[in-house]
């Protein structure tokens, strides 16, 4: 089995940044996973946010979010990041780490494993 633990999320003010990491383990887990994040709002369905691939030279981002969140990896620390600046309130959600042993795209379910969410939040 594969866990994902996320960390880093917490009550910004518009404008602000923050950093989440994603810390995965397990015996099956291996670092040619691809990792992503989706978020997901109050009342909404899981929104994709970003990817990478698992050498980290390839990733995507939701057109949202391109610009001002930059996805990344340490593969020796078996752990992905979401850097997120220039935060909107639009932003306020629980983000979600994801990784597929595969191409997943863009839809949540298609990966094989997710975490239990950060909380951010936002405010005006």
């Known amino acids: 089995q594969v866990q994902l633990v996320e960390s880093g999320g917490g009550l910004v003010q518009a404008g602000g940044s923050l950093r989440l990491s994603c810390a995965a383990s397990g015996r099956t887990f291996s670092s040619r996973y691809i990792m992503g994040w989706f978020r997901q709002a109050p009342g909404k369905e899981h929104e994709f946010v970003a990817r990478i691939s698992w050498s980290g030279g390839s990733s995507y981002y939701a057109d949202s979010v391109k610009g001002r969140f930059t996805i990344s990896r340490d593969n020796a620390k078996n752990t992905v990041y979401l850097q997120m600046n220039s935060l909107k309130p639009e932003d306020t959600a629980v983000y979600y780490c994801?990784?597929?042993?595969?191409?997943?795209?863009?839809?949540?379910?298609?990966?094989?494993?997710w975490g239990q969410g950060t909380q951010v939040t936002v405010s005006s």
């Open positions: 994801v990784a597929g042993r595969y191409y997943s795209g863009s839809n949540y379910y298609n990966y094989d494993y």
